[in-house]
């Protein structure tokens, strides 16, 4: 029977906490009758939106945030709708993100979020920020991506326990659970990826979608070797063409 450590039981306490002591008590006005009134047909306005670049290190299709905003600025605008988003730093030091949707009423609803980029410098900052943006953005306004290849109705998850009891291979590195245990990777370990992926900027939100997981430090132990030599090869391919 697969068992939980005490140490991810800890970080996942860590998280909440770290989340209740920073956000505002309340999440959206006192009433919002109006601002989901026009949500609702901003909503139904919406053109199709499609994956409009490459990854070239996981060579998958996505869209950018650019493409997203271009196509429903101007229908936010129509109905009196527009958002915001600022960094928010409390006592802990910690980062988080807070994206607020407003009308024209005043009425308005936000979400937070803890933001943590791979390392600390200017690459990684601005990849990170613009996926928990992008992340946030879509969430609120209840916007989808036409042919997205991560939604894919569950089908992901109900292959893998198809093949629960298959061979492992080298074809992703997708999280299956009766091969590997709750264990996960050390806090050095963590560190040690994200320092490789400090020079490929943007690659490890999609590395993380790939995994299906929410953080680096989730990585279960048995993975560790083929997420590390996967970062580096990318990471060598950049630094090539630099």
């Not at 936000?110 to 690459?123: G, H, I, Q, S, Y």
Request: one cysteine or more; proline letters at 4%; hydrophobic letters at 35%.
């Amino acid at each position: 029977m697969n068992e939980i450590t005490l140490e991810h039981i800890y970080q996942k306490l860590e998280e909440l906490v770290e989340l209740q002591n920073i956000k505002p008590e309340k999440h959206e006005s006192e009433s919002t009758n109006e601002l989901n009134t026009a949500l609702a047909k901003a909503q139904s306005q919406y053109p199709p939106i499609y994956l409009n670049r490459n990854d070239k290190y996981l060579n998958s299709a996505y869209t950018d945030l650019d493409n997203i905003l271009r196509l429903i600025r101007p229908i936010l605008g129509e109905n009196g709708i527009s958002f915001t988003q600022r960094t928010l730093v409390p006592d802990s030091g910690k980062t988080f993100l807070q994206t607020q949707i407003w009308h024209s009423s005043g009425q308005w609803m936000d979400t937070v979020e803890r933001f943590k980029p791979a390392m600390n410098n200017l690459d990684a900052y601005h990849s990170e920020m613009s996926e928990l943006r992008k992340s946030q953005i879509t969430g609120l306004l209840g916007i989808t991506i036409c042919n997205d290849m991560f939604d894919d109705n569950g089908y992901d998850a109900s292959e893998t326990q198809r093949k629960i009891d298959a061979e492992p291979t080298n074809e992703d590195f997708t999280y299956k659970p009766k091969r590997e245990s709750f264990e996960t990777i050390s806090k050095d370990q963590a560190t040690q990826i994200e320092r490789e992926l400090a020079f490929i900027p943007g690659f490890k939100a999609r590395l993380l979608i790939k995994l299906h997981l929410r953080s680096l430090a989730d990585i279960p132990k048995t993975q560790y070797e083929a997420v590390l030599e996967t970062v580096r090869n990318n990471k060598e391919a950049v630094l090539n063409k630099r």
